[in-house]
């Protein structure tokens, strides 16, 4: 075949967030995606109650679910408010990973807009709040705010003349004439939302706080403020200076980041109200159902059962393998299964002819056909693969292969142990009789099972050794060195597929070439990420930790983890992690400078009376700079003591905690199909000195 030098037009087999731009064959899954929608205008129509309904979409890996909910976004997002939740990570604080999620979506822009999610949400449900209260006033019909607008004045009807020909206006026309004018309107507008709240729900919990919140989000042009502002409706403390500026009061010490979490949801479920219906999608939740994870499932289905009862107006949808889903329905009670499980669209493989159309549209967006690319042989063992990704996957290599002459790799399937165990013993049973064969002979399957156990152990162990016979040998890590004492360096600046190549000895090649790919495209989709508003939780951080040492753990069996206590003072986020090669505490702290000082001295309480013990406390540098005195002077003398020390934790160092949680997460998730081992080997070896690897590294390759 003649050589093709294009861009691989296969290259993008997977949609990440449903805020992407990818080609889209809306005939496949249009009567699936028809039924979504369908609930959507359900909810639209139930003006009585405005009742939130559930959505399962199930489907194999690389079906298309993620995709389908871009489809979604791109049909809907210039009404309807769209957000997207990740897997929760941490079992104590799943309603809060919900709403950080939630603020993080907000601030996606509108496509062919210049405001975002958030400011659109606002702008209508703000106008119609203005709109019902000046048409009240006009009839003498209000009691709480009368007393203040006892007429309407010019401004007032300036800005109802104003709205009526754009909600957006409450941004683009007030305030034009000068600031001054600008702070008395939305003055007005924040005494008018307050009290059109308090007469429609009163004033409990922190929804009248909340709402203060967002009056001044969408009041502030400056980027700064509305990034102060930003951070306060996350929970987080402000600085003194930082509270001033915004004209706002940090919240209580002993308020709970669960509670007020869902009451900020449910305010913005209740503003929807005024607008459209929200679309809430979770989504890459199949490690939940891990047997490790079962009591962060058990907290997943309290939370989403919590956000049908109190947050109106709202689509609700759960993307799950089906084999996920059957193990939620055994799991939940029937009051979550039957809320979430209203509609349920399942995704199957398309037929040949719309795959083949498929792959027609990519290569003709850039500029080629698939007839000069493949042949008819590569065509049919592209189209002979399991899902959508697969096909553009294989098709990508093909493309590889048929431009650049780069090898085929080798199409196996990666079982996990329990899938291994499963097909053996179902091939005994079906020999010696059956379905019947787990009651009479429980103790010969229970034997089976640890036999081959033992087999793949001893096949798991002779594959280290392989891969150790190829390495160099180091020194053991000693936990004093265990990173430097300012910052942290990756030794990982860019992952160079060449410098990938030449590390990579104890990983198969074909296999190597897949991570070194996969690293290379995530740590620039993370370094693209790292500017945009993200909600630093160090709740969040920890389950990110935990589950990257359950990872190691799992296959290596070299981990534990606990706690560490000071009576009932409060400590830091924290976990002590107890490996082969070393003990480490990390902690995580993000708090104000005001609440910072008393956390961290109850942090060095521990490290001076556990010498035993390595300790490690970490601040994103994104987060302001400790500047207090008595915050120093703890920072000073856990740096000082020889079994501690402070990092302000760095772009870089960062990005490279992101990727490693990524990378098992995708795993977990089907998202990146390749051996778990196997990646986490290839971690070993081009991340040797990263902190978070030396932790976790075997003694044997230390």
């Given at each position: 075949?003649?050589?093709?030098?294009t861009?691989?037009?296969?290259?993008?087999?997977?949609?990440?967030?449903p805020?992407?731009?990818?080609?889209?064959?809306?005939?496949?899954?249009?009567?699936?995606?028809?039924?979504?929608?369908?609930?959507?205008?359900?909810?639209k129509?139930?003006v009585?109650n405005?009742?939130?309904?559930?959505?399962?979409?199930?489907?194999?890996?690389?079906?298309?679910?993620?995709?389908l909910?871009?489809?979604?976004?791109?049909d809907?997002?210039?009404?309807?408010?769209?957000?997207?939740?990740?897997?929760?990570?941490?079992?104590?604080?799943?309603?809060?990973?919900?709403?950080?999620?939630?603020?993080?979506?907000?601030?996606?822009?509108?496509?062919?807009?210049?405001?975002?999610?958030?400011?659109h949400?606002?702008?209508?449900?703000?106008?119609?709040?203005?709109?019902?209260?000046f048409?009240?006033?006009?009839?003498?019909?209000?009691t709480?705010?009368?007393?203040?607008?006892?007429?309407?004045?010019?401004?007032d009807?300036?800005?109802?003349?104003e709205?009526?020909?754009?909600?957006?206006?409450?941004?683009?026309?007030?305030?034009?004439?000068?600031?001054?004018?600008k702070r008395?309107?939305?003055?007005?507008?924040?005494?008018?939302?307050?009290?059109?709240?308090?007469?429609?729900?009163?004033?409990?919990?922190?929804?009248?706080s909340?709402?203060?919140?967002?009056?001044?989000?969408?009041?502030?042009?400056?980027?700064?403020?509305?990034?102060?502002?930003?951070?306060?409706?996350?929970?987080?403390?402000?600085?003194?200076?930082?509270?001033?500026?915004?004209?706002?009061?940090?919240w209580?010490?002993?308020?709970?980041?669960?509670?007020?979490?869902?009451?900020?949801?449910?305010?913005?479920?209740?503003?929807?109200?005024?607008?459209?219906?929200?679309?809430?999608?979770?989504d890459?939740?199949?490690?939940?159902?891990?047997d490790?994870?079962?009591?962060?499932?058990?907290?997943?289905?309290?939370?989403?059962?919590?956000?049908f009862?109190?947050?109106?107006?709202?689509?609700?949808?759960l993307?799950?393998?089906?084999?996920?889903?059957?193990?939620?329905?055994?799991?939940f009670?029937?009051?979550?299964?039957?809320?979430?499980s209203?509609?349920?669209?399942?995704?199957?493989?398309?037929?040949?002819?719309?795959?083949?159309?498929?792959?027609?549209?990519?290569?003709q967006?850039?500029?080629?056909?698939?007839?000069?690319?493949f042949?008819?042989d590569?065509?049919?063992?592209?189209?002979?693969?399991?899902?959508?990704?697969?096909?553009?996957n294989r098709?990508?290599?093909?493309?590889?292969?048929?431009?650049?002459g780069?090898?085929?790799?080798?199409?196996?399937?990666v079982?996990?142990?329990?899938?291994?165990?499963?097909?053996?013993?179902?091939?005994?049973?079906?020999?010696?009789?059956?379905?019947?064969?787990?009651?009479?002979n429980?103790?010969?399957?229970?034997?089976?099972?640890?036999?081959?156990?033992?087999?793949?152990?001893e096949?798991?162990?002779?594959?280290?050794?392989?891969?150790l016979s190829?390495?160099?040998?180091?020194?053991?890590?000693?936990?004093?060195l265990?990173?430097?004492?300012?910052?942290?360096?990756?030794?990982?600046?860019?992952?160079?597929?060449?410098k990938?190549?030449?590390?990579?000895?104890?990983?198969?090649?074909?296999m190597?070439?897949?991570?070194?790919?996969?690293?290379?495209?995530?740590r620039?989709?993370?370094e693209?990420?790292?500017?945009?508003?993200?909600?630093i939780?160090?709740?969040?951080?920890?389950?990110?930790?935990?589950?990257?040492?359950?990872?190691?753990?799992?296959?290596?069996?070299?981990?534990?983890?606990?706690?560490?206590?000071?009576?009932?003072?409060?400590?830091?986020?924290?976990?002590?992690?107890?490996?082969?090669t070393?003990?480490?505490?990390?902690?995580?702290l993000?708090?104000?400078?005001?609440?910072?000082?008393?956390?961290i001295?109850?942090?060095?309480?521990l490290?001076?009376?556990?010498?035993?013990?390595?300790?490690?406390?970490?601040?994103?540098?994104?987060?302001?700079?400790?500047?207090?005195?008595?915050?120093c002077d703890?920072?000073?003398?856990?740096?000082?003591?020889?079994?501690?020390?402070?990092?302000?934790?760095?772009?870089?160092?960062?990005?490279?905690?992101?990727?490693?949680y990524?990378?098992?997460?995708?795993?977990?998730n089907?998202?990146?199909?390749?051996?778990?081992?196997?990646?986490?080997?290839?971690?070993?070896?081009?991340?040797?000195?990263?902190?978070?690897?030396?932790?976790?590294?075997?003694?044997?390759?230390s």
């Amino acid at each position: 075949m003649e050589k093709i030098t294009t861009t691989n037009p296969f290259s993008d087999s997977r949609v990440d967030t449903p805020f992407q731009n990818h080609l889209d064959l809306k005939e496949i899954f249009y009567d699936e995606f028809e039924r979504v929608k369908s609930v959507l205008g359900d909810i639209k129509n139930d003006v009585e109650n405005h009742q939130s309904k559930g959505a399962i979409v199930t489907g194999y890996p690389g079906t298309g679910k993620t995709h389908l909910m871009m489809r979604l976004a791109k049909d809907h997002l210039e009404h309807n408010r769209l957000l997207f939740i990740r897997q929760p990570n941490n079992l104590n604080s799943v309603l809060y990973h919900i709403y950080s999620r939630v603020l993080e979506s907000f601030v996606e822009k509108v496509p062919n807009s210049s405001y975002s999610q958030m400011e659109h949400l606002l702008a209508t449900s703000f106008s119609k709040i203005i709109h019902e209260t000046f048409l009240e006033i006009r009839n003498k019909k209000s009691t709480g705010i009368f007393d203040y607008f006892r007429k309407l004045t010019d401004k007032d009807r300036y800005l109802l003349k104003e709205l009526s020909v754009d909600p957006l206006n409450i941004y683009k026309k007030l305030g034009e004439d000068g600031a001054r004018n600008k702070r008395e309107y939305w003055q007005r507008i924040e005494i008018i939302i307050d009290g059109w709240w308090k007469r429609k729900y009163g004033d409990v919990g922190y929804s009248t706080s909340i709402l203060k919140g967002i009056v001044k989000f969408c009041s502030y042009s400056d980027a700064n403020k509305k990034k102060l502002v930003g951070k306060w409706l996350a929970a987080n403390e402000l600085e003194a200076q930082e509270l001033k500026s915004v004209d706002l009061k940090n919240w209580k010490e002993e308020s709970t980041k669960e509670a007020f979490s869902l009451d900020a949801m449910t305010v913005f479920g209740k503003l929807s109200m005024m607008d459209e219906p929200l679309i809430i999608i979770f989504d890459q939740l199949e490690a939940l159902g891990l047997d490790y994870n079962q009591n962060l499932l058990q907290s997943f289905g309290d939370s989403v059962k919590e956000l049908f009862t109190y947050v109106p107006n709202s689509l609700i949808i759960l993307n799950l393998f089906p084999d996920r889903w059957e193990h939620f329905k055994d799991f939940f009670d029937g009051s979550v299964i039957g809320r979430v499980s209203q509609c349920q669209v399942v995704l199957n493989k398309p037929t040949q002819e719309q795959l083949k159309k498929i792959l027609a549209v990519k290569a003709q967006a850039h500029g080629t056909d698939i007839d000069q690319l493949f042949t008819q042989d590569d065509l049919q063992d592209i189209l002979s693969q399991e899902s959508i990704r697969e096909v553009l996957n294989r098709a990508s290599h093909y493309y590889r292969f048929r431009t650049q002459g780069i090898p085929l790799p080798t199409i196996r399937q990666v079982k996990s142990f329990e899938d291994e165990v499963k097909e053996h013993l179902s091939g005994i049973k079906e020999q010696l009789g059956g379905s019947n064969l787990e009651q009479k002979n429980s103790s010969f399957e229970n034997e089976v099972r640890e036999g081959f156990k033992s087999i793949i152990n001893e096949i798991g162990l002779l594959r280290q050794l392989m891969a150790l016979s190829l390495q160099h040998t180091s020194t053991q890590i000693d936990p004093a060195l265990l990173v430097p004492s300012t910052s942290i360096t990756s030794p990982v600046q860019a992952l160079s597929l060449q410098k990938m190549s030449n590390v990579l000895e104890g990983t198969p090649q074909p296999m190597s070439q897949l991570i070194t790919d996969y690293l290379d495209r995530e740590r620039k989709l993370l370094e693209e990420e790292y500017e945009k508003l993200v909600i630093i939780s160090d709740s969040d951080d920890i389950g990110k930790l935990l589950n990257v040492a359950e990872a190691f753990n799992m296959l290596f069996k070299n981990v534990e983890v606990s706690y560490l206590k000071v009576g009932s003072r409060k400590l830091p986020e924290h976990v002590l992690i107890k490996a082969s090669t070393q003990s480490v505490v990390i902690g995580f702290l993000q708090v104000s400078d005001m609440v910072f000082p008393a956390r961290i001295k109850n942090f060095n309480g521990l490290v001076f009376n556990r010498k035993d013990l390595h300790f490690i406390l970490f601040r994103d540098v994104r987060e302001t700079t400790i500047t207090g005195k008595v915050g120093c002077d703890e920072i000073e003398k856990l740096n000082n003591a020889e079994n501690g020390q402070f990092i302000y934790m760095n772009k870089e160092s960062r990005i490279n905690f992101e990727l490693i949680y990524k990378l098992i997460v995708d795993i977990q998730n089907k998202d990146f199909e390749v051996n778990l081992e196997h990646a986490l080997i290839t971690l070993e070896s081009l991340m040797s000195d990263y902190w978070l690897i030396q932790i976790f590294k075997r003694p044997e390759i230390s």
